[in-house]
């Protein structure tokens, strides 16, 4: 979940600070939806070959899931879910197994090939699903508003309203976004958006493929997904694994509040990594003084862009928010960026700095977030905004404005859905590292006492987002050994995480490394299949 208004070409930034901006009320209320399972039932898809050459490539086989459009009126409008498939291989089979990357906008047609990361063999023994959830990506109707939002543009003011001009622009743009929503929405998505909406869809698919129980592994926004799901058919639950997980008693506002707090630590961190590798990025030895050159480096850039004038404050804010979401591309980063600084030359970062985009994504982020949770008005809003920003501003305004057309968003909002897994028989692991921004630790441990078959691994000290399947055998070998046998560790009696491992580790320091191989040197996943689930967490931020 979460992050800054565009993907990094080299790395997909997420975050989500999910807040309203341009009025002085909250949006429209829908009520909480029941939990109680839908009655219906799809016809088997009918597969056939993929479009996508990665996925023809890796064997799969492609089809479209037809599901109601609202699940109140079974026998009503359909709509259609793009999923693809690739079966087991070994005769040891242990069911399918659906994924989702995150977002929520993210598109997971592609990660049906997230068996062939699993350590040992594991993978082989599923049926891996991946689908581009409702309104996303191949999925129809594909949802989007404006294309050329000028809040994911070039041609912007600077994220922190200082001027009155800049806050009375962003207002003004981010509530025309959610016009143009209302506009595009032809099809009557817009109110079937909701998270439960996806996991009844979820469910769906099971039913589809005729599985007695669903197994999943969900990244990011994935792991509300699956606990929502685990809510609503506690009884469906197989195998679940939840990386990155999202704090549900927080969704959304709160969460995200949080999330500003810690990437301004995060970023503190990766400064004092580029200074403890001066050798390479030659920026100085104190991490202090490298924060406080980014600061007046800020300055500077709203005045006078660099990269022919494309690259502002709010561009570089957006390449480096990548840095306090993951460890992947330090390195790549800091070589960008230190050349910006001893030069003047941005042409790094700009590359790295996507610009205009599929809407698609943000469209979709929109649509789930705004409605899946309550949202308050801007007069609470702006006074949050600014006070973490004081002491925390490295992504408070930049987020705060991410998020702006949830308080015009042309669909009603709703109470956010209890999670719980009191009912819950099987077990669960959960994965997370102690300084992760984007879903903080603090929301793991949440979920963990709300779910008490839950297990949880954590990556000590580390600031990777759902960095599972990088290569840390300690979190990697029990994902595997639990895929393959459904068995975990006794679970501890304290309130902390029940395991200890290692971190993702950053990447060795080089001036020759420039991130055109695997993100890191151990991944398990091929690099186009991690940056397919950090794209899809920059389509929710």
């Known amino acids: ?33 029941a939990a109680k399972a839908p009655s219906y039932t799809p016809p088997a898809p009918v ?45 040891d089979y242990k ?35 991946g689908f581009d ?24 003011p600077n994220y922190v309203p200082t001027k009155n001009k800049n806050l009375k622009w962003w207002q003004r743009v981010t509530k025309r976004y959610a016009k143009a929503c209302s506009k595009a929405d032809a099809k009557r998505l817009l109110k079937h958006m909701h998270t439960t909406d996806v996991a009844m869809d979820l469910d769906s698919l099971r039913k ?16 509300y997904l699956g606990q929502v799901y685990a809510t609503l058919f506690p009884k469906k639950v197989g195998r679940f694994v939840w990386d990155g997980v999202l704090n549900a008693d927080r969704a959304f506002y709160l969460s995200n509040v949080d999330q500003n707090v810690q990437f301004d630590k995060n970023i503190n961190t990766y400064f004092k990594w ?86 698609n994504g943000f469209a979709v982020y929109n649509a789930v977030q705004c409605t899946d949770a309550v949202w308050p008005n801007w007069k609470k809003t702006e006074a949050d905004a600014w006070r973490v920003h004081r002491k925390h501003p490295f992504l408070t305004w930049g987020n705060t404005w991410y998020n702006a057309p949830c308080l015009n968003w042309p669909a009603p909002s709703r109470k956010a859905f209890d999670v719980s897994g009191k009912k819950i028989k099987s077990r669960i692991l959960m994965i997370g590292e102690t300084n992760d921004a984007a879903t903080v630790f603090s929301g793991a441990l949440v979920t963990r006492k709300a779910f008490p078959s839950s297990f ?5 000290g580390g600031t990777t987002h759902s960095g599972s399947l990088s290569g840390v055998a300690c979190t990697d070998d029990l994902v595997a050994s639990y895929l393959d046998t459904g068995v975990l560790p006794k679970r501890k009696k304290h309130k902390g995480s029940d395991l200890k491992c290692d971190p993702v580790p950053p990447p060795t320091a080089s001036v020759s490394a420039r991130g055109t191989g695997p993100l890191t040197v151990d991944d398990r996943m091929p690099a186009d299949l991690r940056r397919l689930i950090l794209e899809a967490q920059a389509s929710g931020r």
């Open 47 to 91: 597969w056939g070959a993929c479009t996508s050459q990665r996925l023809i490539d890796a064997g799969a086989q492609c089809a479209m899931l037809e599901v109601p459009l609202d699940y109140d009126k079974p026998k009503g409008k359909k709509i259609q879910i793009a999923v693809s498939r690739i079966l087991h291989t070994n005769p």
């Open 95 to 129: 069911g399918m197994i659906a994924a989702n990357p995150g977002g929520p906008g993210g598109s997971g047609l592609g990660m049906s090939r997230l068996g062939a990361a699993i350590p040992n063999g594991v993978g082989a023994k599923y049926d891996w699903y």
């Open 133 to 156: 959830p409702r309104g996303v990506g191949s999925s129809t109707p594909s949802l989007s508003c404006n294309p050329n939002y000028k809040g994911a543009g070039y041609d912007r």
């Open 456 to 460: 949880l691994i954590e990556g000590k």
């Open 1 to 33: 979940m979460k992050r800054a208004l565009t993907i990094v070409a080299s790395v997909a930034t997420a975050t989500a600070l999910l807040v309203p901006g341009g009025s002085s009320s909250a949006a429209p209320q829908a009520p909480q939806v």
């Open 274 to 359: 580029l200074a403890q590798n001066n050798a390479v990025f030659g920026l100085g030895t104190s991490g202090k003084a490298i924060r406080k050159g980014y600061y007046k480096l800020l300055k500077r850039l709203d005045k006078q862009p660099a990269a022919d004038g494309k690259l502002g404050p709010d561009e570089l804010a957006d390449v480096l928010l990548s840095a306090g979401y993951y460890v992947y591309d330090w390195n790549t980063i800091g070589l960008a960026y230190a050349k910006l600084v001893k030069t003047g030359d941005g042409a790094d970062l700009i590359d790295m700095y996507a610009g205009p985009g599929d809407d």
């Open 208 to 223: 589809a493929v005729g599985a007695p129980k669903l197994n999943y592994y969900g990244f990011s926004y994935g792991t």
